[in-house]
């Protein structure tokens, strides 16, 4: 391998450990239930989407997810909109928040799909459990492709979460967490 | 004619529904007997919704529905014409079609090739000269069809009993406030399209749950809601301290619990003390100024259409588990015993601009749905009411629907409806009552012209 490629591999090896650390240091933000904290990773122009799943015939899979340009989905809204789901779960009277959940992500399969500039567009895969009370669980698998952008603060915040939920009828009575 | 129920003795269901003393037994909403009672005494017998015809808008699309707990598939046929069938072939009992929604010219079940035409008649059976020998009569095996089907400006609804009386006699004093729920916001009959898809989650408790509850339980809004307002997702942002509804221009109107006794629809509905609608006020304050204009000049439309009008009434929950509102479809389905699976259906004019129909459909998202800021909440209520009400030492004790009972009063002006204050339980002591009607009837001869007791 030539010093050049040489180099760019270490920045490749460097970058993928950066995000996969960031992705991690999210996760236990969110399941520690830091929600303020939390909150501040998420850019002020995030879309955060969370689309419906359909079952379609063969060949018209990309009606599968429903559109966030004109569709009805499980979530579709950015900053002002999470920052209230914050707040709301921090009132310690959302009562389906209250107890608070037992929540962990379990993140994997991260991978970098391009580069642009202070952006990186990401892709990894979930499987989320949900506990409650006494005997109430919910476990949930999918996708999340995102953007993260580069940030003095922070190291990175949020810019674009899109959540492939793998469901179709939701087999869960709510969300009231963040994937 | 009095029902018993074998599962606890002597017992009838009069006895678990005392409405004189708003008392009812928890195994009205937990006991597995009663819950497939229903299926066969309500589910079978009302008109239940089905969709819109905007979810199928050409020949050959089809929706996939459901009544009860059971599939169907609504269909525009080769000649435009609306069907509803069971999602099940013929011949072993196979869904024809898995798909949630598409175009096809056929429905062909993927089992043995039984293939059916969109408008239900069976048109292809492989191996019919060599294995039938052509004796099968095909024009006996359609697919199987409502008996009664309406499209009731833009809405579709359905019911298994050709003995039914039509949908508007159903919904007697509730025929004109759904009509308007389907109005553009102008006052166009059939105005809207809704968004797609359905939303559609899964809930741990019996259907009556939420489907008697909402829009007749004023009393949970408080205390349920009460971490939303931080939120702040109503249209109008932080204006009105985050309140989620928009905002509302004063109109002299007094809002009530209205029902109709007889046939159990109801809702929270106002007397007008004008005609007319009331002005216009700013709401849109999160979106930009283009919906809010267009609300406007729709409200100036209306406000011209309805000046001699009194508009006494509104949506209500269409008995037995579907609530209609101007702007939000709530369906309940019975899934299995404890279990409900929750239906969200949103209207949208049809001729309205991108930018109205985005804002729209982000307000619907916020506050409906399971992860609704609204809704969430609620469903923590009907789970544990459910789960708490189910042993054998609380099934004894019976819930209270006392709240209002006996002030119920009627108004010239609402014929047909009871009312009760606007935080009351008569709309849910109404939807017992006629529960317990179609529990007991042996047929819609029972029902329908419905008799005073």
């Known amino acids: ?179 | 004619m009095v029902q018993i129920l074998r599962s606890l003795g002597d017992r009838s269901l009069r006895q678990l529904v005392d409405l004189e003393r708003g008392l009812v037994n928890r195994e009205v909403y937990v006991n597995p007997d009663i819950y497939h009672q229903e299926l066969e005494q309500v589910f079978t017998r009302a008109w239940l919704f089905v969709g819109h015809e905007s979810l199928v808008p050409n020949p050959g699309d089809f929706f996939q529905s459901r009544m009860g707990e059971e599939a169907v598939i609504l269909v525009r046929d080769h000649k435009s014409k609306l069907h509803v069938f069971l999602n099940t072939c013929r011949h072993r009992g196979m869904k024809v079609c898995r798909y949630d929604e598409g175009n096809a010219r056929l429905f062909t079940c993927p089992f043995h090739g039984w293939s059916y035409d969109t408008d239900g008649r069976l048109v292809g059976v492989p191996h019919f000269k060599a294995a039938y020998r052509e004796e099968l009569d095909k024009s006996a095996f359609g697919l199987h069809e409502v008996a009664q089907l309406c499209n009731y400006y833009g809405s579709i609804w359905a019911t298994w009993d050709p003995k039914a009386p039509s949908f508007p006699e159903y919904l007697g004093p509730y025929a004109e406030g759904v009509r308007w729920c389907f109005e553009s916001l102008d006052g166009e009959d059939a105005g809207v399209e809704l968004f797609r898809p359905v939303m559609r989650w899964r809930l741990p408790c019996n259907w009556k749950f939420p489907a008697f509850s909402f829009d007749g339980d004023t009393l949970h809004g408080v205390t349920t809601h009460r971490s939303i307002n931080v939120a702040a997702i109503g249209p109008q942002g932080e204006r009105k301290d985050g309140d989620r509804h928009p905002m509302r221009a004063a109109f002299p109107e007094t809002r009530y619990e209205m029902s109709s006794r007889e046939l159990g629809h109801g809702g929270h509905n106002s007397i007008y003390e004008l005609p007319g609608v009331a002005e216009y006020v700013d709401t849109w304050q999160t979106e930009p100024p283009e919906v809010d204009e267009y609300y406007r000049k729709a409200r100036e439309k209306k406000a011209k259409k309805y000046a001699s009008r009194y508009l006494h009434g509104g949506g209500a929950l269409v008995f037995p588990n579907v609530n209609i509102q101007e702007q939000r479809i709530l369906q309940w389905h019975p899934h299995r015993v404890g279990i409900t699976e929750s239906w969200r259906l949103f209207q949208v004019d049809k001729s309205a601009p991108k930018v109205v129909k985005d804002a729209q459909r982000r307000y619907m998202m916020r506050y409906a749905g399971p992860a609704g800021l609204t809704e969430s909440d609620d469903m923590e209520n009907w789970n544990y009411a459910h789960a708490a009400s189910s042993g054998t030492i609380a099934a004894r004790i019976p819930y209270n629907f006392q709240c209002g009972l006996g002030h119920e009063f009627t108004d010239e002006r609402v014929p047909g409806m009871t009312l009760n204050f606007g935080i009351a339980e008569e709309n849910q002591r109404s939807r017992l009552r006629r529960w317990l009607a179609f529990m007991e009837a042996g047929s819609w001869n029972d029902l329908y012209p419905v008799k005073k007791d």
């Open chain 1, 1 to 179: 391998m030539s010093p050049e490629a040489m180099q760019r591999s270490l920045e490749r090896l460097l970058l993928q450990r950066e995000i996969e650390e960031f992705v991690a240091m999210e996760a236990e933000l969110l399941d520690e239930r830091r929600y303020n904290e939390w909150i501040q990773l998420m850019a002020d122009d995030i879309h955060y989407y969370l689309p419906i799943r359909r079952n379609m015939r063969f060949g018209e899979q990309e009606r599968e997810q429903s559109s966030a340009d004109s569709e009805i989905s499980w979530m579709d809204e950015g900053k002002r909109i999470l920052v209230g789901r914050v707040r709301q779960i921090m009132t310690g009277i959302h009562w389906c928040e209250e107890p608070l959940s037992r929540v962990r992500h379990v993140i994997s399969n991260v991978q970098i799909v391009a580069v642009r500039g202070d952006e990186v567009e990401e892709r990894d895969r979930f499987i989320v459990y949900r506990n409650r009370l006494q005997d109430e669980w919910d476990l949930f698998a999918g996708k999340r492709e995102q953007v993260l952008r580069r940030d003095s603060e922070t190291g990175w915040k949020v810019a674009k979460r899109t959540v492939i939920l793998d469901q179709n009828v939701l087999l869960a009575k709510n969300i009231t967490f963040f994937f």
